[in-house]
């Protein structure tokens, strides 16, 4: 039996999220995008996990960890605490509604909120002072064809806390469409880095939100892994609240076949003497896509804020396409802000200088992919 407070939440959002109109490609953060496909008709809820097992020494799933928790077709179905300092608990077991969930989704949307209305969320709460040795890994895993999922993460570091937090999408090679929706806080102080792993099956439709918020000098590091889906998009929106509070958002995506990789971020400074710096990189091949927009907000008072946005992306074959539009939006003086994109093939004198050198031109071209990738995942929370 539900909670109280999550029976009104969701009953509220069903409502909202039926008078809301779907998002189409016309909106300019939709631009660009295959949304216009969708057909939410194709996809119901699933109504029992597969009985099969997700071993917990699953490749992607780091051996020496803080916590687990393995969450099978929107049924959480193992949680393992290992760890001081850290609470990790579903939704369904709170007597009252989490203090900071829902406050880091800016705009919802008819998407996000059928995420409110239907998730089996979990809370990762992390106590004041409390550091926390090894990842929290949370694994969404999804088998049933044809379903529709809404996995929901909210993990909040309360002050002057340390935690990592890894969270890993897997699926069978099914028809599947997933809504997620992660909210991450990091308090006064604190230091929480999160880090996605996408690894989706080849007709998998993924459209998620990540909501995150860093107060007085906390630091917050979100990163991304994307590899798999059909089309995997991930909006990202980070507000820096606080003075000497610092954001670093970082991603690498590998696109195949006909994918589309699809990244939409905001770096929303609030106030004065904050920093935000976003390295997003891509390598496509055949005849996959990618769009990535990014906007850096400077809002009034926010003087001293430093906001970078760098996306960088290497086009293998003249099949593949990538979409770059970083855009500033400055309302305040004294501040640094600096925004880069570049879409192009291997260089030729690079490819040259190894084949020169006896290096095969296939091997050549992995070892300038791998150089290309190497400083974001130097910086990646977890290798």
């Known amino acids: 039996m539900i909670p109280d407070w999550l029976a009104a939440r969701r009953a509220t959002a069903a409502r909202e999220a039926q008078q809301a109109a779907l998002p189409t490609a016309a909106q300019e953060v939709w631009r660009y995008s295959p ?11 699933v109504d029992a996990p597969s009985a099969e097992d997700l071993p917990v020494e699953h490749p992607l799933i780091p051996a020496h960890r803080a916590a687990l928790v393995i969450v099978r077709d929107d049924a959480i179905v193992h949680i393992e605490n290992n760890a001081e300092g850290i609470t990790i608990t579903p939704f369904a077991e709170l007597d009252e509604v989490p203090a900071n969930l829902g406050t880091a989704v800016s705009e919802p949307d008819a998407l996000t909120l059928r995420n409110d209305a239907n998730s089996n969320g979990v809370l990762v709460s992390v ?42 999408s897997t699926s069978a090679d099914v028809d599947a469409l997933i809504l997620p929706v992660v909210e991450l806080h990091a308090a006064a102080n604190a230091t929480l880095r999160y880090q996605s792993v996408q690894a989706l099956g080849p007709r998998v439709w993924q459209v998620g939100y990540t909501g995150a918020r860093v107060e007085r000098d906390g630091h917050l590091t979100v990163a991304a892994v ?40 905001l770096q929303d400074h609030h106030a004065g003497k904050t920093t935000s710096d976003l390295l997003f990189k891509g390598v496509l091949t055949d005849r996959s896509r990618s769009t990535y927009s990014g906007l850096i907000r400077i809002r009034p008072g926010a003087a001293g804020a430093a906001a970078f946005q760098t996306n960088r992306n290497l086009v293998l074959g003249d099949g593949a396409h990538a979409d770059s539009v970083p855009n500033l939006e400055i309302e305040e003086n004294d501040v640094k802000c600096s925004h880069a994109s570049a879409v192009g093939p291997v260089d030729e004198d690079q490819l040259y200088y190894l084949e020169a050198r006896g290096v095969p031109t296939d091997i050549a071209e992995r070892l300038i992919v791998m150089g290309f990738f190497d400083d974001v995942l130097e910086r990646m929370p977890v290798a």
């Not at 949304?35 to 809820?45: N, R, V």
């Not at 996995?151 to 309360?158: E, K, T």
């Open 35 to 45: 949304i216009d496909e969708l057909d939410l008709s194709k996809y119901t809820p």
């Open 226 to 265: 994307a590899l798999g889906g059909a089309y995997a998009r991930n909006r990202l929106d980070s507000k820096v609240l606080g003075a000497g509070a610092e954001a670093e958002l970082i991603a690498a995506y590998f696109g195949s076949g006909t994918q589309i990789h699809d990244f939409r971020t």
């Open 127 to 168: 106590a004041r002072n409390a550091v926390v040795e090894g990842p929290v890994v949370v694994v969404h895993d999804v088998t049933a064809d044809r379903s529709v999922t809404y996995p929901r993460v909210l993990v909040d570091a309360a002050t002057s806390s340390e935690v990592t937090v890894i969270d890993v």
